[in-house]
């Protein structure tokens, strides 16, 4: 079954912890994105990877760390630094020209 | 600053009535724009794109250079696409795409 898995679905977590939200795809899609959903804002960009090994900053990264160590997998940290973590977080893949596919997305919520 | 604006959080219109959902962008370089839908429960998708010019579920979109918009419109709502609809810019040279904060279309009886 090919596609974009984002886990878990939902995840809690005590202030000054920090936890890793998982984003894989079977897709060999080139391009991962982390967005930010909250109610009224939309969609915001967190952090994107072109290529492996490779990553820049959205509009809002502060408080998130990424890496992109292979091309199926794009994890995204939620630090401590993140003042206020508790949203809805999308990861989506794109391949060159394409269009984005998303995730189902984790709900993290601060405890 | 490249943005992307959708101006209403909330459209309710009658089931059978027009649909226009607005959306305005602002970028230096020749855009491509998509428009995105989040039906209830189910994960976001795209709709539509502009370069492929298709009508998908009856909408349609045309971008419009010169007034920077490419609005979503459908001619005869059906209760079926009230969702979350989003609009979406990308910058081909860096992969980056940037949504509007989107817009809840409600299609009533």
């Known amino acids: 079954d090919g596609g974009i898995t984002q886990s878990p679905k939902y995840l809690f977590r005590k202030e000054g912890q920090n936890v890793t939200l998982s984003c894989e795809q079977n897709?060999?899609?080139?391009?991962m994105y982390w967005y930010r959903q909250d109610p009224g804002q939309g969609l915001r960009l967190i952090y994107y990877?072109?290529?492996?090994?490779?990553?820049q900053k959205g509009d809002i990264a502060e408080g998130y760390s990424v890496s992109r160590e292979k091309k199926e997998s794009f994890p995204l940290t939620v630090t401590s630094a993140q003042k206020n973590p508790t949203a809805f977080y999308l990861c989506?893949?794109?391949?060159?020209?394409?269009?984005?596919?998303f995730g189902q997305g984790t709900r993290l919520t601060v405890v | 600053a490249q943005r992307v604006t959708q101006p209403e959080k909330l459209l309710s219109v009658f089931k059978g009535a027009p649909v226009e959902l607005k959306c305005n962008y602002s970028?230096?370089?020749?855009?491509?724009l998509f428009w995105y839908v989040q039906y209830s429960r189910q994960r976001l998708q795209l709709l539509l794109r502009?370069?492929s010019r298709e009508s998908i579920k009856g909408f349609t979109a045309d971008l419009n250079k010169g007034e920077t918009s490419f609005h979503l419109k459908k001619p005869f709502a059906q209760e079926e696409d009230s969702a979350m609809y989003y609009c979406a810019l990308l910058y081909s040279s860096a992969s980056k795409i940037i949504f509007g904060s989107g817009t809840r279309l409600s299609i009533r009886p």
């Open positions: 990877s072109q290529i492996v090994n490779d990553f």
């Open positions: 502009h370069i």
């Open positions: 989506a893949s794109r391949f060159r020209d394409g269009e984005a596919f």
């Open positions: 897709l060999n899609h080139d391009a």
């Open positions: 970028y230096s370089g020749s855009p491509e």
